[in-house]
């Protein structure tokens, strides 16, 4: 059965500093892998996606994942983190049955 | 442009008492899904439809029923509303199979 795992239900970082979302995810095949944020309030938004190729996918706000098969991984990643990148931020897997992690929330220091 | 949109945004039931929450989306989208979020739990698909005409069972889809009335259509209906059920329900669609979801605004349903 597939699953997504986001160990971390909260993070804290300095705005500027550098940011890592981890998520572990179990699938049958190649899995099919996104990664959603939610703002305070908001609907859900994409960032990215992997469907295949290249293991190191770009998305939109400077956001960055890379897809690690032997680790089952797909973390998320930003060089540097500003204060309204303060948000929920979703793992998700599946083609058909789009299944979701349960969420990392991110808070930023000044 | 529209997008997703979830008719009510806000909703409160008695126990026992039953309701649809009804979604449309304008894109021309193949496939429709339902979640709910619950604090800590993230999104748990209820139902999703991956085609006009087809409708399967996802992670949570006890106590609820849906109907995929056309492309446009995929509506969610309690037929006999529980306290477990007070959720935010966010109805999505997709292009494909694999494309990006497209979320509506979101339906509060408190069960008392």
């Known amino acids: 059965a597939q699953s997504v795992t986001q160990p971390d239900i909260h993070i804290t970082v300095s705005e500027g500093a550098s940011l890592e979302l981890r998520c572990n995810y179990s699938?049958?095949?190649?899995?099919?892998l996104f990664w959603y944020v939610q703002s305070p309030g908001q609907g859900l938004q994409l960032l990215l996606k992997y469907f295949s190729g290249d293991t190191l996918v770009q998305g939109i706000k400077g956001f960055e994942a890379e897809f690690k098969r032997s680790q089952s991984s797909f973390n998320l990643r930003k060089p540097s983190v500003h204060w309204s990148d303060a948000a929920e931020y979703f793992c998700a897997v599946g083609d058909d049955k789009i299944i979701f992690g349960k969420g990392t929330r991110l808070h930023i220091l000044p | 442009n529209a997008g997703v949109t979830q008719t009510p945004k806000f909703q409160v039931l008695k126990t026992g008492q039953s309701m649809t929450l009804q979604c449309a989306q304008d894109m021309n989208h193949n496939s429709m899904y339902w979640y709910r979020q619950d604090p800590g739990m993230g999104l748990r698909l209820i139902y999703y439809?991956?085609?006009?005409?087809?409708?399967d069972k996802g992670e949570v889809p006890n106590g609820y029923n849906v109907s995929r009335l056309n492309k446009r259509e995929f509506s969610l209906r309690l037929e006999s509303a529980a306290p477990s059920q007070t959720s935010v329900y966010f109805c999505a669609s997709s292009a494909d199979r694999v494309g990006e979801l497209f979320f509506g605004e979101g339906s509060r349903l408190t069960v008392l």
């Open positions: 439809s991956a085609s006009e005409g087809t409708t």
């Open positions: 699938y049958g095949a190649t899995p099919y």
